[in-house]
């Protein structure tokens, strides 16, 4: 695991010291040749794919900087023995490298009364965990935030190239939900000023929204 995030980041010029994280500059993402057909017209790419819904998390991690994290609607369960889920993020992102760098991730599902946190961790530069409370993961320690309805703990298993994107896969390591008691226990989660569960936090077509009967 270590070596692939390190072949990564070499690969984008990161350094792979715990220093600040410089922008990384926008790679050349053609793949088609100049003579061959346009690709699907980028709105309406958006426009379709819009209509898959899908629920939200936030990818947290903790490096010599501090904690950081973004909001993640592209994450899904992968496979169950060995246990891996996997998430992907822009390879534009000035997060992923600080995430690559600590080699560890929590995946932080949210409530559907959480959107707000959710549009705090979708912006970019700001102090996204100003006035969040969050604990130590128990495997990792990456931030798991207070009062979500599951969280997964996992530490990257591979990194994959996906046109503008880095699929990212992660090994579980420990998981929990929102009533599982003790949220120090490798298996537990929940823990104490746990919001009543009111369902998932579901995203389409550019807005939030929950589920119902």
């Known amino acids: 695991m270590a070596a692939t995030v390190v072949r990564y980041l ?3 010029g990161a350094a792979t010291a715990a220093e600040p994280v410089e922008f990384l500059p926008r790679p050349d993402l053609r793949a088609v040749r ?3 057909r346009a690709p699907v017209d980028p709105g309406q790419f958006r426009r379709v794919l819009g209509r898959f819904a899908s629920g939200v998390t936030v990818i947290t991690a903790e490096d010599a900087a501090g904690p950081t994290g973004f909001a993640c609607q592209s994450f899904a369960s992968l496979s169950l023995d060995p246990p891996l889920v996997a998430f992907m993020v822009a390879r534009t992102s000035t997060t992923w490298p600080r995430i690559a760098r600590a080699g560890v991730f ?10 707000p946190l959710c549009r705090g961790f979708a912006v970019s530069g700001a102090d996204k965990f100003a006035g969040v409370t969050h604990d130590a993961a128990p495997a990792t320690g990456s931030p798991r935030l207070d009062g979500v309805p599951a969280w997964i703990d996992c530490r990257i298993h591979a990194v994959h190239t996906g046109g503008d994107h880095l699929i990212v896969v992660g090994r579980v390591e420990a ?5 599982d008691g003790d949220r120090s226990g490798g298996g537990g989660g929940g823990g104490e ?13 550019g807005r939030f929204g929950r589920f119902s009967d």
Not at 175 to 179: D, M, V
Request: charged residues 30%; glycine residues 18%.
């Open 10 to 12: 070499r690969s984008v």
């Open 193 to 205: 000023g746990e919001a009543e569960d009111s369902g998932p936090l579901l995203f389409h077509r």
């Open 175 to 179: 998981l929990g939900e929102s009533g």
């Open 34 to 36: 100049d003579d061959e």
């Open 106 to 115: 929590c995946v932080n599902i949210l409530g559907a009364e959480q959107g």
